[in-house]
């Protein structure tokens, strides 16, 4: 007996029974929708003109080039896959580590040196020297990390790093006269690292023009804070109404982590949320023969509220509404009231695509037709709030700025996702640290596990080749998106994909290549039509401060002011973890600052109407 496939079968994460048990508030808002539970194609009435790809099965052999390479090329291929991910998870354990490690290996060698224990040299072996030499060196490369790494440097200075590092070399050479084996091999580590350490300075961005300016570490220089135009009375009620409270993540509640890389990292390690109800339903492209599936919660009391907010929620790169920090939102919001919806990005949490049109971050027809259709099943006067994350707060804000007036959104905030992504071309930190982990994941889940038959149908097999080769999501990108999609280069696709992709007026005087700075274009981020606000931690470490800019007070007053900015100093990437046990609050704070954000806009435009 043949089953109906999944996407042809009415799904909840619960059971069969729930649908029975939705209230008739639900039924009614559902019911405006008149979405399908099951996708299009399942449907009688259903017609496609587009091609399809050639399933795998029935591709010819050509297609599958591996099998003629020699060993050699597999043993590279597989270094590609498993190596970049290993590297990079173990330097940054060494650079979330290195505030202690330095610390510690300053105060044993100091002890050493301090108490000498006289029976050390007559019992001194191999064995031991070669202890001791691993102990230095480590505490030389954490210290050079302090003084070298730019989140240390912008979260405490560059003189903690510095006096580590002069401290631990001093230390090093005086206990390396000690050393009757590894001598010249440990003088030779301590050499090349500190020419590492030196080359790291020289060779970084410099601060300023000035002598004074720190001379190679690219910390960020814009003023954290609300940024927002006093010039629209609209906007500057919102920030009036918008608590304190909620924008307040200093010192005083913030975790105390050292670096965008823990507070980004150890939320994801701790944190949990609880089970979620969704219902499923397919909104069709209006561009394609695709459709996207969309993930509605409900008020646990079966209250659907036809005048609280309703929020369309986008998530992270190869997430969907089982995402934790997407669903602790939605469990947060559904508990005050408000109705959620999470559209699930093209192919993910194993949707299906039928053509070659897969998921790309340039793509912003799938929200348009998706907040389109939810328009429908709104009360009178009730808003329509887009939150999106990390890649989904990419797409948003290019949605927004794109679509300026015939927007289908009410309001919409941006959650750690750069406006001009353009700026993460030459962020080799990111690509270097954290792509590699996300790449083995996108790679594994998304290209080989799913669509793989469509990129060797649309590559050359060496351009597939340097797709399963990828060791970041950069690279990535060039394959799988710019070759696959017909992007003349990633800079191209960057480009299309950032609201601000096409400014030049906020631009770093380092990117800017022959632009004239008296007709700098603003772009498309002055059509932004509804309130509009981006939260960014100047600390994060996937994503660059750069993305916003070099200038949000001058940003947030082009078009009609209706773009806000909320920066703060650390936070790290969807990240914003609070107290000694962050597993206590989650992700509490950018999910209450969303909320508030929008309950400032929804009181606003309610005060408007009473006028």
């Known amino acids: ?63 599958f080039y591996e099998k003629d390479m020699g060993f050699i090329g597999r043993a590279i291929t597989l270094f590609y896959v498993v190596a970049p991910a290993l590297l990079a998870v173990g330097e940054l354990w060494l650079r979330l580590f290195s505030c202690i490690i330095a610390p510690l290996v300053g105060t044993y060698l100091i002890a050493k040196e301090i108490r000498p224990n ?22 030389l490369a954490a210290s050079a990390v302090l003084f070298t790494d730019s989140l240390y440097v912008q979260a405490y200075g560059r003189t903690n790093g510095g006096i580590c590092l002069g401290t631990l070399t001093l230390i090093s050479l005086r206990r390396s006269v000690k050393l009757r084996f590894y001598k010249k091999r440990f003088l030779c580590a301590m050499m090349a690292l500190l020419s590492i350490t030196g080359f790291l300075l020289a060779r970084s961005e410099r601060g300023g023009p000035s002598l004074s300016d720190h001379p190679g570490i690219d910390i960020s220089s814009l003023e954290a804070g ?28 913030a975790s105390p982590f050292p670096t965008g890389d823990s507070l980004t990292g150890i939320p994801f390690m701790v944190n949990s949320s609880p089970e ?28 659907h509220s036809s005048t609280k907010p309703v929020y369309l929620v986008l998530h992270g790169l190869n997430g969907g509404s089982h995402e934790e920090y997407v669903r602790e939102f939605v469990v947060r919001r559904v508990r005050e009231g408000h109705t959620c919806i999470v559209m699930i990005a093209r192919g993910m949490m194993d949707t299906p695509v039928f ?22 099943g709104l009360g009178k006067n009730q808003m329509l709030a887009g939150v999106g994350y990390s890649m989904g707060a990419i797409i948003l804000s290019n949605y927004v700025a794109r679509s300026g007036s015939k927007c289908h959104l009410d309001s919409a905030m941006a959650v750690s996702g750069g406006l001009d992504m353009r700026a993460n071309l030459n962020f080799s930190r990111s690509m270097r640290l954290w792509q590699p982990m996300l790449a083995q994941s996108l790679k594994e889940d998304f290209i080989i596990n799913k669509f793989d038959g469509r990129f060797r149908q649309r590559l050359t097999k060496e351009q597939h080749l340097g797709l399963m080769r990828a060791s970041s999501v950069s690279e990535i990108d060039v394959h799988a998106i710019v070759t696959y999609n017909g992007f003349d280069s990633l800079l191209h696709y960057y480009t299309e994909m950032s609201a601000m992709g096409d400014s030049s007026a906020f631009q770093a005087s380092h990117m800017k290549s022959d632009v004239d700075t008296e007709n700098e274009e603003i772009g498309r981020i002055a059509d932004v039509s509804i309130p509009f606000c981006v939260l960014h931690a100047l600390d994060d470490p996937l994503t660059t401060w750069r993305t916003m800019g070099h200038n ?35 992700w509490k704070f950018m999910n209450d600052a969303v909320a508030g954000f929008v309950k400032s806009v929804d009181m606003a435009r309610l005060e408007n109407l009473k006028e």
């Open 1 to 63: 007996m043949n089953e109906d496939p999944l996407y042809c079968q009415t799904s909840d994460t619960s059971s069969e029974s729930s649908w029975e048990l939705l209230s008739k508030y639900e039924r009614a808002f559902i019911n405006a929708l008149d979405l399908p539970i099951v996708h299009p194609r399942c449907l009688q009435d259903f017609f496609s003109s587009e091609s399809i790809p050639i399933p795998e099965h029935e591709m010819d052999p050509e297609f």
């Open 118 to 139: 006289n029976s050390e040299n007559k019992d001194r072996d191999w064995r031991h020297d070669r202890h001791q030499v691993f102990i230095m060196l480590l505490g």
């Open 226 to 253: 609300l940024h927002y135009s006093k010039d629209n009375a609209f906007m500057t009620r919102v920030a009036q109404l918008w608590p304190e409270e909620n924008r307040l993540y200093d010192r005083s509640n």
């Open 276 to 303: 979620q109800l969704y219902y499923r339903f397919w909104v069709k492209s209006e561009v394609d023969d695709e459709a996207v599936a969309i993930d509605i919660a409900f008020p646990p009391d079966g209250m």
């Open 355 to 376: 053509g070659f049109n897969v998921f790309h971050g340039a793509r912003i027809t799938d929200v348009d037709a998706t907040a389109k259709a939810i328009r429908k």
């Open 552 to 586: 949000p007070e001058k940003l947030v007053q082009t078009g009609s002011g209706y773009s806000m900015m909320f920066l703060t100093e650390s936070g790290g990437h969807v990240g914003w973890p609070l107290g000694l046990n962050p597993s206590k609050n989650g």
